[in-house]
């Protein structure tokens, strides 16, 4: 059975391309690049044209970027480093609809420091958006940094960054954004937008897995998360993941060359899917802004299913995607972007994500559009509140999971 890779929000494939820059560093080339001889001196110009490579995507100088492990420390050090430059601001404003990675990371610190932290969780609007209005009222002067993600990894909808990170330039406050799933799809110039910090990830652009990178606006302060060694200029301590950089060098270079099939080919796909789907199945709706959104991701409710029932199913055909809710934690609880944008209880347990990126083709978005809708129509036939909503039973009001 083939598989169908609709899940490029949660991670990847590595490029060939890049595998293959990779290598050299696995095996003959494993010198330390802090060495001062000329055998591990040349790992070191491999990582200094790497950082080059993904500074030119970003519209970054070289020496703004630090290597780190992945988006998840990127985005730690940047609100913690903020946190301790300015230890009198005990304020963060960020939004309810952020990766784990930022938004617990801020409840914790919040309860770490004894609730000294006052941190202010924006919301968003029914389509996923941001009130910049709400936004910009929220900012005082006790206001430590702004944390917002560039682009949201369940829905794709698009923050105005330019605009948010302005407003709290003209605050004199800092501003951090999560761009892990906004870099390599969409164009990004940071000589262009006064943010202060931001986080990637290599994973989710065709690099590994363990790889990030925080990029530090040159002039802002920053106190580094994990000390040790004077490498990254003393930025983060330990010896650099060398292949791993080698191979993000490269895809973001792949990146900035295929932005336009991504934008074009890739989007008229997730159209295609997405439009197929919303004709094709009853009581479907789309979750997120229709235009304001990532060219790859396309994220729909069905209502009256579960969405993990849906990926269960999905998965016997080959086809992998993703659902917000977290019906197999047992909380059976909507994914709190679902919950933050209002969607309906009987919508908001059966939204799937679908990802898409260069790699998929069109006949794989026609496989999933003759796959999908049987799926639902079989799991509403089971469905009680769907029979009470459509057939005239009498339907509960709790939870319309099936997998209880
Ligand atoms: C995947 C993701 C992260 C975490 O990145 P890791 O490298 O897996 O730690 C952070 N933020 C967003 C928006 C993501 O999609």
């Known amino acids: ?23 050299p560093y696995y095996s003959e080339l494993y010198g330390n690049p802090s060495s001062m001889h000329t055998f591990g001196g040349q790992v070191g110009r491999a990582v200094e044209e790497a950082r080059g490579k993904i500074a ?16 998840t420390e990127s985005d730690s050090t940047a609100i913690h480093s903020a946190l301790q430059s300015f230890p009198e601001k005990r304020h963060i404003v960020t939004t309810r609809v952020e990766h784990p990675a930022v938004k617990n990371l801020c409840e914790s610190l919040d309860k770490l420091t ?38 949201n990894n369940e829905t794709g909808v698009i923050f105005p960054i330019k605009e948010m990170a302005e407003i709290a330039k003209s605050r004199g406050i800092l501003f951090h954004t999560d761009a ?31 790889i990030g990178v925080l990029y530090v606006r040159k002039g802002t ?45 890739v989007k008229a796909l997730r159209d295609k899917l997405e439009d197929g789907l919303l004709a094709s199945i009853p009581s479907s709706l789309l979750n997120g802004h229709k235009t304001l959104r990532l060219p790859n991701t396309t994220n729909i409710s069905f209502e009256y299913v579960e969405g993990e029932a849906i990926l269960l199913h999905l998965d016997r055909f080959g086809i992998c995607a993703s659902s917000g809710s977290a ?72 939870c319309a999971c099936s997998c209880s």
């Open 180 to 210: 892990v799933q906004a870099v390599g799809k969409i164009p990004i110039d940071l000589s262009q937008v006064p943010i202060d910090f931001l986080s990637l990830s290599g994973h989710k652009l065709h690099a590994p897995k363990g």
């Open 56 to 71: 030119s995507l970003l519209g970054a100088q070289p020496d703004e970027l630090t290597f780190t492990s992945c988006g």
């Open 221 to 265: 302060p920053f106190v580094p998360f994990i000390i040790g060694g004077h490498q990254e200029h003393g930025r983060r301590g330990g010896t650099e993941n060398v292949a791993s950089i080698v191979g993000l060098g490269k895809a973001c270079e792949l990146a900035a060359r295929q932005m336009q099939d991504e934008n074009t080919r």
């Open 327 to 398: 019906c197999t934690s047992g909380s059976l609880e909507p994914s709190h972007v679902m919950r933050a944008m209002g969607v309906p209880f009987t919508a908001a347990h059966g939204s799937i994500r679908l990802s898409l990126s260069v790699y998929n083709t069109e006949a794989e978005v026609d496989f999933v559009l003759e796959k999908l809708p049987p799926v639902i129509a079989q799991l509403r036939e089971m469905s009680p509140f769907w029979q009470g909503e459509h057939k005239g039973k009498t339907g509960g009001t709790q």
């Open 1 to 23: 059975m083939n598989t169908v890779y609709m899940d490029n929000n949660a991670t990847t494939r590595v490029a060939p391309e890049v595998v293959e820059v990779m290598l």
């Open 114 to 151: 004894g609730h000294k932290h006052r941190i202010t969780q924006l919301p968003v609007n029914s389509d996923g958006t941001l009130d910049l209005k709400l936004y910009a009222e929220s900012l005082t002067d006790e206001t430590a940094i702004v944390s917002a993600m560039w682009a």
